[in-house]
């Protein structure tokens, strides 16, 4: 039960301190967060922590990920950390046979996971649970390019201020921000952010999609800058490619 408790809420981002407690920033930044809160330590003593950089990879017959979405982004929410949208009951993932069900989806400038040693500009993360609470997250690399329409509608109505929400006016189907390829990379990893708990599935979608410079640099303005934690050691791990 408190696996579950630790995995439910730490979906949410801390969604309730808009901005307290830890930082990207500062003396509350990463390199502290093991040491703010007795309920962070595996911020600092995790040995299967993430982000990675993607570069010590196998070639392994990974199973395709059934990707089950419907339009049920409702909600955008600013929480000092990161602009979240929340999403309606009903669409899910299915990894190892199981379900996972979406819960929302956040993101990162620039992005947390590198590749071959390489940051992109940008990164979403698609935020699922079981019903246990076991944890699977999709993620997503944007490069700068055109102006990504589906983001528009989010960044038109994006909150300024921390523990700022606003509905959407017309729900967004969380797909068409996800590759057409979808091959995928994939390790166990954790989340990144404070708790920092482990056990978390990570599939890192090869092929990245594309957003506007002006769309980068808005997210940060708001975020008052980058929104990344370092990568963290592969350790024993190996990152399997699809």
Avoid at 63 to 88: E, Q, R
Avoid at 102 to 107: A, R, S, V
Avoid at 110 to 119: A, C, D, I, R, V
Avoid at 187 to 215: A, F, H, N
């Amino acid at each position: 039960m408190k696996k579950w408790v630790i995995g439910i809420s730490s979906i949410l981002i801390a969604s309730s301190s808009f901005g307290g407690e830890w930082s990207y920033h500062g003396e509350h930044g990463p390199e502290h967060w093991g040491d703010l809160k007795n309920e962070y330590i595996m911020c600092k003593i995790g040995k299967n922590q993430s982000p990675v950089d993607i570069n010590r990879i196998v070639d392994a017959e990974l199973k395709p990920i059934k990707i089950k979405y419907k339009a049920g982004a409702s909600k955008v929410v600013n929480n000092g950390h990161t602009i979240k949208v929340s999403y309606k009951p009903g669409s899910y993932i299915i990894v190892d046979g199981v379900r996972f069900e979406l819960k929302q989806f956040h993101f990162h400038a620039p992005s947390e996971h590198k590749l071959k040693g390489q940051h992109y500009p940008f990164e979403a993360h698609f935020v699922h649970a079981d019903k246990h609470g076991n944890l699977a997250v999709i993620g997503v690399f944007f490069k700068e390019g055109r102006k990504n329409p589906v983001l528009e509608k989010i960044w038109s109505v994006m909150p300024e201020n921390a523990g700022e929400e606003v509905k959407l006016a017309h729900r967004i189907n969380a797909e068409d921000l996800l590759p057409k390829d979808r091959d995928y990379y994939r390790y166990s990893g954790s989340l990144t952010t404070p708790p920092c708990s482990e056990g978390v599935r990570w599939l890192v979608m090869e092929e990245e999609m594309e957003m506007s410079r002006d769309q980068i640099e808005k997210f940060r303005k708001i975020m008052g800058g980058d929104t990344n934690r370092p990568v963290q050691p592969l350790n024993a791990r190996m990152i399997m490619e699809k």
